[in-house]
């Protein structure tokens, strides 16, 4: 909701300040951004393809919204692939950022064997 208020100027003249309330907002999607393994050349391929570019070549990060990738951003030149269909600009943002802070690494696996503690039942 926008709120227009007058206020005063030093010199006396009234001019119209806008601020817009805050209102909450409900997050609906979640974006995962997460770093592209050999399996995902065929998502790399629809994506350029989508965008009417060429594949990326080499490392790239893939962003997820809501388990979906709509998104890729190659390490090595910078240059993204989107899903034109989607709202990805925001996203494709967030890649950015993400690989200016250097190249995630791939989490560790878990000791096949290895259990959690058990949690105690009440």
């Known amino acids: 909701m926008l709120d227009i208020r007058l206020s005063a100027t030093q010199n006396g003249s009234v001019t119209a300040a806008s601020h817009h309330r805050r209102q909450p907002r409900e997050i609906s999607e979640e974006v995962r951004i997460r770093l592209a393994y050999p399996d995902d050349r065929i998502t790399l391929n629809r994506l350029a393809e989508l965008d009417s570019q060429r594949p990326l070549d080499g ?64």
Do not use: C, N
């Not at 998104?71 to 967030?94: C, I």
């Open 59 to 122: 490392d790239a990060l893939i962003a997820d919204v809501d388990g979906v990738a709509v998104a890729a951003l190659s390490l090595h030149t910078g240059r993204a692939v989107a899903d034109p269909f989607a709202h990805t600009q925001a996203v494709v943002d967030l890649l950015r950022v993400r690989a200016s802070r250097g190249a995630p690494r791939p989490r560790a696996r878990r000791v096949v064997g290895r259990h959690r503690p058990a949690t105690a039942r009440t």
